[in-house]
């Protein structure tokens, strides 16, 4: 909570008079304070106090009198401004105070003059080192969109400077291009790291407001899944069609392992182990931030040894083209999808794992167990108690789907028969 950043600050502080402990500080005190049910003052004396968040952030604030009015002024957050440096930072606006000098006021400037020489791409380091990394395992694709799509345009101009009109013709272009699933990551990357430079005070309104999603892309239903009779089609066009083979082979996988597409693609060869038949993908690339153990079937395991031979010397199982150190673009899957002439209903290649979770619930296996498989979080109280991995099921599962495949699509050799 910070005081400048509030409506009206003397009524939050009136409201906490009877929240508020005085005393002379110390060291000792300091260390032993515990959150409660509410925020907190305690006063060290000359204006100088701590409040104490019920979350237990604790921060310095110093109140003083100019000119017949109350103002108020964060230091810092203890215990990264220790109580010495509180009481020095407190003597020297204090000083500044009669002087006749306003320390509220010089912050506010300087958040001003902080707003007028702010690049966006210094202010997207700043966002994405104190925002991102913290809240995201995989943060490669994001820092694809700064690096490739928003810096080129967009870096060397003050944040202040940015304009709706110049987030519209960024996010338009990618999208009349044909990429409106990465037009609306871009768009919606940039209006956090504006949301975020009006809570650090350097800008007071969110220019991509004004580009709304439904400007963006399309709103797809998520409901769609593939039929046997599909399932079979869409094999059987995959391997007749004229992409790559590595692609080829990619999409058979995430429908025999019903794993996500990002999974798959930054997939590792010492995370593939043949002789047990499985593969675990790190918590690094998985949504749940838990490891994750995928129990391969035979078919499955002959896709990885093709993908093995083609990968060469690459410690990647799907190296892209121009890099044996780098997987391929995140839409690249997608594009290949796109390329191929289905003569089924539209879908993605996230409905594959759809498709696998719809026909396995209709065969009769236990849901827990194909929820598990797809690394979903099971929620509420089960989700809560039920912590069993159910590894011999889902091993057996995984076969049994694939040998379904099989039969469905007659493919009793593997996808090399095709």
Sequence with gaps: ?????????????????????DMALTELHLKNLKPKNRAYLITDGRGLALEVLVTGTACWRYRYQLNGKTEKVTLGRYPVLGLKEARLKRDELAAAVFRGESPARQKQLEKFAMANSTSVRDFCERYFKEVIQRAWKNTTQLRRY?????????????????????VQRLVFRKRDNGFESAAAQIRNLLRRVFDY?????????????????RFVTRARPRTRSLSADEVKTYLDVLYR????RQFKLALNLILLTLVRKSELLYARWQDVDFKCGEWVIP???????????????????????????????????????GSATKPFASNALNKALEGVNFPIAPFTIHDLRRTGSTI??????????VEKALNHTIGGVRGVYNRAEYAQQRR???????????????????PRAV
């Excluded at 700064?146 to 110049?166: C, F, H, R, T, W």
């Excluded at 069609?241 to 790559?244: A, C, D, K, L």
Aim: hydrophobic share 40%; glycine share 6%; net charge neutral.
């Design 1 to 21: 909570m910070d005081w400048s950043t509030k409506g009206d600050l003397d009524k939050n502080l009136a409201a906490m008079d009877n929240r508020r402990i």
């Design 146 to 166: 700064l690096e490739k799509e928003i810096y080129p345009p967009l870096g060397s101009m003050q944040m202040k400077e940015v304009s709706a009109l110049d």
């Design 197 to 213: 430079a009006i809570v650090c005070g350097l800008v007071s309104v969110n220019p991509v407001h004004a580009t709304p999603m």
């Design 241 to 244: 069609s004229n992409i790559r």
């Design 283 to 321: 918590e690094a690339h998985v949504k749940t931030g838990k490891p994750h153990i995928v129990y391969l079937s035979h078919q499955a395991s002959l896709i990885f040894k093709e993908l093995k031979t083609l990968a060469g010397d690459s410690k990647l199982v799907l190296p892209g083209r």
């Design 360 to 369: 396995l619930h209709e065969r009769g296996f236990p849901s827990d167990v």
């Design 396 to 414: 057996e599962m995984l076969q049994a789907w694939a040998d379904y495949i099989d039969e469905l699509c007659k493919l009793r050799r593997g």
